[in-house]
């Protein structure tokens, strides 16, 4: 069964096209998930090292970078958890971008115990993303989408993300 067209994606991008969900089975859809999105992970991985190379830093440093921008404020030990190191080579890593002058140690807003690490305001100047046009591309490849397809893309990477961070939080699954 032929199930690509040569329809233009909605990202404008030529090329085969799947066929509308009606005429793949429930179980090829799955499959293609599966795959699509392993194949997702991997250039997200490669995208991020050549983000990490753009601003200088090892690929370890900007995913800390990354967290704190996305996430805030975190203790060395949640940083610890998130990156899935230990704390010792946490230390390493926020020593080197505070050097950089990118993060700052802080007493924490809640337990006087605890230290928080959180982005200065100098951090900003690292590009990443937006040096490479990521949020420019990510545009374009969602043009050609509906705002009711848009949510939906937006509630699947929600509850997909939710899963990754509940199997993620299970140590020896």
Known sequence: MDTASTAPSPSGSEG??????EARSRAELY??????????????IRLLHRMAEQTGMN??????????????????????DSLCLSTGSVTGVIDRLEAHGLV??????EDRRKVAV????DAERVGGAEALGVGEAMTAAHAGYSVEELATI???LDRI????DRLAA????
């Open 16 to 21: 085969p096209r799947p066929a509308e969900p």
């Open 31 to 44: 499959d293609a998930l599966r795959s699509d999105g392993q194949r997702l992970a991997v250039r997200l």
């Open 59 to 80: 690929p370890t440093d900007f995913q800390c970078y990354t967290l704190l921008r996305v996430n805030g404020s975190l203790t060395p030990g949640e940083i610890a």
């Open 104 to 109: 700052e140690r802080a007493r924490h807003p």
């Open 118 to 121: 959180r982005l200065t305001g």
């Open 154 to 156: 937006a509630d699947w």
């Open 161 to 164: 993300g939710g899963t990754l």
């Open 170 to 173: 299970e140590p020896g699954r």
